[in-house]
């Protein structure tokens, strides 16, 4: 069976200073990974995606992740976070048979202080 | 173009009532999925639809059911209400058999089951 681990449940950061949100995934098939975002009362938006190729990946808003197989993990990054960006984020991951049926992890709560 | 929308927002149920979800996709796509959102929680995958059947399903007991009309349109039915059913609804909607098409998700309907 899937299951992902996003290892921080919230984490704090300054406007401007960068920040990485963990995530580790476990699955005996290849994959699907993704990342959303989520405002409050509102639903998911998709932030980026990894289908296969180049293992780091750009999505919106400044975001980016690395896709590290050996490890198993698929953390988002942004270099410099504004507090806009203050949201709940879910990383996912799918298997590659079974599209449209998403393992959630428990979400990051990251809150962005001026 | 309209994304997925979901109906009603809110609702507010009795223990025991039966409840209806009302879900439409984002133009041109053929397949939609729900998930259950409890409070502090990432989601949680409940079934899929596509051509009308139900193609995959998650954990949910049968008190969980659902439709998907020629429209692609797509109901959500939970019977014998749980005060544990309370939780936010989303419905997403893809293009079937497509992971270059991944989900787009409506704003969900928020159940509180009383």
């Known amino acids: 069976a899937q299951s992902v681990t996003q290892l921080d449940s919230q984490v704090p950061v300054f406007e401007e200073a960068p920040v990485e949100l963990r995530c580790n995934y476990s699955?005996?098939?290849?994959?699907?990974l993704f990342w959303y975002v989520q405002y409050p009362n509102q639903g998911l938006q998709l932030l980026l995606k990894?289908?296969?190729?180049?293992?780091l990946v750009k999505g919106i808003n400044g975001f980016e992740a690395e896709f590290n197989k050996s490890q198993t993990s698929f953390h988002l990054r942004k270099p410099s976070v504004h507090i806009s960006d203050t949201a709940e984020y879910f990383c996912?991951?799918?298997?590659?048979?079974?599209?449209?049926?998403?393992?959630f992890g428990q979400g990051t709560e990251l809150s962005v202080k001026p | 173009d309209a994304g997925v929308t979901q109906s009603p927002t809110h609702l507010i149920k009795t223990r025991g009532q039966q409840v209806t979800l009302r879900c439409s996709p984002k133009?041109?796509?053929?397949?939609v999925s729900w998930y259950q959102q409890a409070l502090g929680q990432g989601p949680q995958f409940i079934f899929q639809y596509y051509e009308e059947e139900e193609r995959q399903r998650g954990n949910f007991p049968d008190r969980f059911s659902g439709h998907q009309f020629p429209n692609y349109s797509s109901e959500l039915n939970v019977n014998a209400l749980l005060l544990g059913d309370s939780a936010l609804y989303l419905c997403a909607s893809s293009l079937f058999g497509s992971p270059n098409s991944p989900l787009h998700f409506g704003n969900g309907t928020r159940l509180t089951v009383t």
């Open positions: 133009s041109g796509h053929d397949t």
């Open positions: 996912a991951v799918s298997d590659k048979n079974q599209g449209g049926k998403l393992i």
């Open positions: 990894y289908l296969s190729g180049s293992t």
């Open positions: 699955s005996s098939v290849s994959v699907y």
